[in-house]
């Protein structure tokens, strides 16, 4: 469980993919890595990169609840490179965008995209005001192959996916 008040088994999806990566990487390797994502909104600081680095086999990162915003302080909140392990994301609120240049497989099922000026509550608003850009999309995929289910997209004034290369 990653739950950034300290009562998880991590406070960040940072900390647990180097610990796995780096110190547990021989047992991890070419395995599925299931994260579950306590409620409250997770910070991934300069955004989120997963690239052949990561030798899962699979990694899955969930909401515990419906209440679950990931946000970044970069414009990118997420980036999915050539070699990294098929990814799913479920049940999550996602405040910046998500770059798809190659993977074997992305899933994005139950996810909402909001732009930056959707109201998600008065700390978070405050803090994301003018921190990036309101004329990217959401979704941007220029290779690999990403599935969308259920998905939400809200006030993303440049429209909310770009596909340039690969599959959606």
């Not at 469980?1 to 021989?26: C, N, W």
């Not at 490179?81 to 899933?107: C, M, N, T, W």
């Not at 998905?151 to 599959?167: P, Q, Y």
């Amino acid at each position: 469980m990653i739950d950034p008040s300290g009562e998880g088994d991590y406070t960040t999806v940072h900390e647990a993919l180097i610990l796995v990566s780096k110190q547990f990487r021989d047992e991890y390797t070419g395995k599925e890595l299931q994260m579950w994502l306590a409620a409250g909104e997770h910070s991934w600081a300069g955004g989120l990169v997963l690239d052949a680095n990561l030798t899962l086999s699979r990694l899955h990162i969930s909401a515990a609840s419906n209440d679950v915003l990931i946000a970044s302080d970069a414009s990118t909140l997420l980036a999915v490179h050539a070699g990294a392990p098929p990814l799913k994301l479920q049940g999550l609120h996602l405040s910046g965008q998500v770059r798809i240049y190659g993977g074997d497989d992305v899933e994005l099922l139950n996810c909402s995209f909001r732009g930056a000026n959707v109201a998600l509550g008065r700390r978070l608003e405050a803090a994301r005001v003018g921190a990036r850009s309101t004329s990217t999309r959401a979704l941007f995929i220029s290779g690999g192959h990403v599935t969308l289910d259920a998905a939400l997209f809200e006030d993303h004034a440049a429209g909310a996916i770009e596909v340039s290369g690969g599959r959606l």
